[in-house]
C-alpha cells in the first residue's frame, strides 16, 4: 500500500547533472513572456503531502502541491551523486508547488550518466505519478547529470511531454572527465566506452521539435563546460527548428544562478 507521508527525507546533492559552438552566455534569452492559458486542473488528493512507493529496488516519490488542484505533473531527474530525495526539498524545485505542480522523482540508478535502465525507470516513475495524481505529464526538469536521461528519453521516444528544462546539462558523455569520478562510474555503468545509443550528442538531431526547450549553462563552469555540452545542445536544437530558450547563469558547476526558482517557475507557467 501506497504510503502517504506528512513529512519529506532531506538529502543532498551536487548536480553535474559538431556544429560551431553557440556561445550560451552572450545569447542568452529571457524566459518567455508569453503564457498559455491553463488547463482545468485535477483534484490534489493531499495538498503538500508526498507519496512513496518502491518498484524492485528503485524508489520513487512524488510531492503534491500545495494548491487544491495539480496543474500537471513534472519529473525531475538528478545529478550525479543524487537519489529519489536529492533536491527535492529545495527551493528551486518547491517554488513550483504554489503554481500547482506534483513533481516526481526516483532513484533511476543513482550515477546512471543516461543508461537504459534509468531511461526505463523514468518511464516507471511517470506511469506511476500520473496514476497516483490523474494529471498529465507536462514538463521534464534535468540538472547535470540528469539531463543525458531526460533527452535519452525524448530521442528515444519513452517519454514526451511539452516541456524540458536543462540546467547544468551533461550532453556528451563522452566529455566528462572533469566530473569528480565520472569516468569510472561510465566505465562501470556501461562496462567500456558508451555506446552512441545512450550518448545524447551523437543524435542531437533526433530530438523532437515538438517539444519546448529551456537551458541554463554557465561560461564559468569547467566542470561540464558549455562549449562541450550546452553550446552544442543549443546549436542542435536551432538547426532542427525547435523552440529553444537560453538563461544566463554565471560561476562554477552548481552556482545558485543556475538553479533560480524564477526561470524555472516562469518557463513552467508558460507549459501550464
Not at 516526481?104 to 543516461?114: F, K, Q, R, T, V
Not at 505529464?137 to 543525458?148: F, N, P, Q, R, T
Not at 569528480?180 to 521539435?209: F, K
Not at 542542435?236 to 543556475?258: C, E, F
Request: with cysteine.
Amino acid at each position: 500500500m501506497i504510503r502517504v507521508l506528512a513529512g519529506v527525507v532531506a538529502a543532498a546533492l551536487l548536480l553535474t547533472g559538431c556544429s560551431k559552438p553557440v556561445d550560451v552566455a552572450a545569447e542568452a534569452e529571457a524566459p518567455p513572456s508569453t503564457v498559455v492559458t491553463t488547463e482545468p486542473g485535477v483534484p490534489n488528493p493531499q495538498p503538500g503531502g508526498t507519496v512513496r512507493h518502491v518498484v524492485g529496488d528503485q524508489r520513487l516519490r512524488l510531492d503534491l502541491p500545495s494548491t487544491g488542484t495539480i496543474t500537471g505533473l513534472a519529473v525531475w531527474f538528478h545529478g550525479q551523486l543524487g537519489d529519489v530525495d536529492g533536491a527535492m526539498d529545495e527551493e528551486w524545485l518547491n517554488s513550483l508547488s504554489a503554481d500547482g505542480w506534483a513533481v516526481a522523482s526516483a532513484d533511476l540508478h543513482l550515477a546512471n550518466w543516461g543508461s537504459p535502465a534509468s531511461v526505463s525507470d523514468a518511464v516507471t516513475l511517470s506511469e506511476w505519478a500520473q496514476a497516483e495524481t490523474g494529471a498529465p505529464l507536462k514538463l521534464l526538469i534535468g540538472g547535470s547529470m540528469g539531463v543525458l536521461t531526460s533527452l535519452n528519453a525524448l530521442i528515444d521516444g519513452a517519454l514526451w511531454a511539452h516541456c524540458w528544462y536543462g540546467t547544468m546539462p551533461v550532453v556528451d558523455v563522452t566529455a566528462v572527465s572533469g566530473v569528480a569520478y565520472a569516468d569510472a562510474q561510465v566505465e562501470a555503468v556501461y562496462g567500456g566506452p558508451p555506446p552512441a545509443s545512450s550518448n545524447p550528442a551523437a543524435r542531437l538531431d533526433r530530438l523532437p521539435i515538438s517539444v519546448r526547450y529551456f537551458v541554463v549553462a554557465s561560461p564559468q563552469d569547467t566542470w561540464v563546460p558549455a562549449t562541450a555540452h550546452a553550446d552544442r545542445l543549443v546549436a542542435a536544437l536551432r538547426q532542427s527548428g525547435a523552440d529553444v530558450s537560453v538563461a544566463p547563469a554565471v560561476g562554477q558547476h552548481g552556482d545558485p544562478s543556475q538553479m533560480r526558482p524564477s526561470d524555472l517557475r516562469e518557463f513552467a507557467a508558460s507549459c501550464a
